[in-house]
């Protein structure tokens, strides 16, 4: 789904694309929250640091998803494409 996405991506910003897929893979490794679900983590001073919950990362998004009001919202920008959580929370709101 990455290289999908960032295919795509590559379109509309082909340097930053070509930034991206040329990144090493090791540098932000893929694993797996406690529920199962993908997440990526990093260290940072010797610490693990995960990208999105590690308990879980669907139920993180739910939990801020829900205390947002798109009511009269038309334009939402999330900074980070994370692993596509929100994109996928969010699909309701935007098929609206």
């Not at 983590?41 to 798109?70: C, M, P």
């Amino acid at each position: 789904m990455l290289k999908k996405n960032l295919l795509l991506f590559e379109k509309r910003y082909p340097d930053v694309a070509a930034k991206l897929l040329n990144c090493p893979e090791k540098g932000i490794p893929l694993c797996q929250t406690r529920q199962g679900e993908a997440n990526l983590q990093y260290n940072l001073d010797d610490k693990i640091v995960y990208i999105h919950s590690n308990y879980s990362a669907e139920r993180e998004t739910k939990k801020w998803i829900s205390s947002l009001d798109l009511s009269n919202t038309n334009v939402l920008i999330i900074y980070g494409i994370g692993l596509g959580y929100a994109f996928k929370e969010l699909q309701f709101w935007l098929d609206e």
